[in-house]
């Protein structure tokens, strides 16, 4: 199906557009009322997250309540490790627990990479999305990536240093990449069966690359990243986003994804010297802006609009926090849609 | 007192030393067994911080063991807000909870700024320090930087994200910009005393940097950083380590303190590209290094220094993780002690 907003497609290929198109990550959440009555009529996230039917209603959510210019399905990075053989809870205030991790050789043997029989309840999500959507805007997929779902898989659950899974890369390299290359393989069946279903775009979230410094990023992320988007690329654009990894911009550019992903650490003239000013991205305002008052989002969302130029797609940094006031989220999203370049 | 191993001193005025020194944050500190002795003889954390004797023990227990070439005065960051009218807990397995925090003018205005009264066991340990530690190595003072206390004062917790304390910052800058002066005045008050106590170099740690972005640390931390490093800069050395904060190096270098520190997410070549081979650095091997074997711990050691070239502080790119093996700290400082240029 035609998609009747393309702006951000058209922003992907590069292409002059009146303005940038925008949306949040985390649209589909707790800034919404609508989605917390979803949420609260249920046990538990991860009910929501398995339920083809309310994905649909969750991920449209934001495109009808906020008007922006792409649906993101509603989804989980977890569900790969789950898929692969580590099932995990969310524990209230604490975030994921895994009961089992990765320890050994013969626990990484035991996982499989034939991830997609049990994530049909994403594809019949992507399903029930698209048939909603009847092509308002695109639909975005996306996936954790590898070093990312690693360190859950490795650590148990969040952490601020991620020691345990970093121990476990430094103390044995090679069963690592195999754990990675493992992962690396689930995420190409799932990535592009969510392709075959009719996702517009690809997004790979390597949320916890911040912890790793240039070299350790080098050999445990890029070549994993890099066969990812190959697989994916001549099929959808591609945005790679990876937190807190400034020091590995130059080396994620080579990977080749259409769209690089940056968190409000990083200036857009920092960005843009980095990175050439043909490179689209996809960014940046720091997430507790929408704190302020609307005359400061407002100055803040057009200062860095204008410092970006074009070739821009307009997000935060991270996720939305989840108590964000929501009229401060719509003046973000109307003050970009108000812009002309 | 002369000291006697005076190369840390030497190195940080630029001298062409025959080796780097080498000294590990949070050194004193559970990785040794008789810290962890003294510290399960008490009752807690913040009770070791109070105790002039125990104090000067623990801070001179790394130079036993270790053999470093300086020690840091056992303390907490946290010992202002408490003496400025917060006092704190530390939570097991949580970190520090201030019961009363800072939400308004009144707030504010309540907190004192004569703090140095209060921290006489700080002063009292130097005195302390100094005796038992024969001029052996420089003693090390610090203090936490405003910014990262002015998180902990209004966040009353850690955070990933500090999003409350941002959040005041963004709301209320006036009245952030009269908190963080207060914080300010009083660190100066208190690092002076250490200087004149004796200690001979002062760290600056703003732990926290890193969830600011360019624009907001040029606003919120460098002049109150400025306005530190010039009191005290005529009377000893400083060191300025603002965690994460790479987007703001160059600011920072123009503060002009006489070593910055770094984390581990920037390469040597990056932090030379950006500062300069003459800048005195001090850091930055990843803490996680430290659980590999110790043919890649001198490999990864060797080529940190090697990469830094001269004005080089090696440290670790953070404090140390309480469960390090105290034989791999070894190898690291060995290592880095038999070192030549």
């Known amino acids: 199906m035609q998609v009747k907003n393309d702006l951000l497609l058209r922003t992907v290929k590069g292409e002059k557009v009146e ?20 949420r609260n009529s249920l046990n538990g996230f991860i009910a929501l997250v398995k339920n083809p039917e309310l994905v649909a209603e969750v991920t449209i959510q934001p495109v009808d309540e906020l008007g922006v210019d792409a ?9 790969i490790p789950e898929a692969m053989g580590l099932p995990y809870e969310l524990v209230e205030k604490k975030g994921p627990y895994f009961p089992k991790v990765i320890q050994s050789k013969s ?27 009847e092509g308002r805007v695109p639909l975005i997929g996306f996936s954790g990536a590898p070093f990312t779902l690693f360190c859950y898989m490795i650590e148990g659950s969040g952490s601020k240093t991620f020691s345990k899974a970093k121990r476990f890369l430094y103390q044995e390299p090679e069963l690592s990449h195999q754990l990675l290359q493992k992962i690396t393989t689930a995420i190409i069946q799932y990535t592009n069966e ?21 070299q350790s990023y080098r050999e445990f992320c890029i070549p994993y990243l890099r066969e990812i988007v190959q697989s994916l690329k001549p099929r959808v654009p591609v945005t790679l986003f990876s937190k807190g990894a ?8 080579r990977v080749g994804a259409d769209v690089i992903g940056l968190d409000w650490n990083i200036s857009p003239s920092q960005a843009r010297d980095l990175l050439g000013r043909e490179q689209v991205v996809q960014g940046n305002l720091d997430p507790c802006m929408l ?25 935060l940094g991270h996720g939305v926090y989840p108590d964000t006031p929501l009229d401060k989220v719509k003046t973000f999203v109307n003050c970009v849609k108000s812009f002309r370049y």
Do not use: C
């Open 194 to 214: 969510k392709v075959n279903r009719g996702v517009h775009l690809i997004q790979i979230f390597d949320s916890w690359a911040g912890v790793l410094d240039e």
């Open 246 to 253: 400034w020091f590995a911009l130059h080396d994620i550019q």
């Open 19 to 38: 303005r940038p198109p925008v949306w949040l990550m985390r649209q589909a959440g707790r800034i919404l009322p609508q989605y917390r009555a979803v």
């Open 291 to 315: 704190y302020a008052d609307d005359q400061m989002i407002e100055n803040a969302t057009i200062k860095m609009i204008q410092e970006f130029g074009r070739n821009h797609i307009v997000n």
């Open 71 to 79: 649906a993101i399905l509603f989804s989980d990075i977890l569900v």
């Open 107 to 133: 626990d990484i043997e035991a996982l499989t990479t034939e991830v997609n029989p049990q994530l049909d309840y994403v594809f019949g999500g992507i399903d029930k999305t698209l048939e909603k959507l």
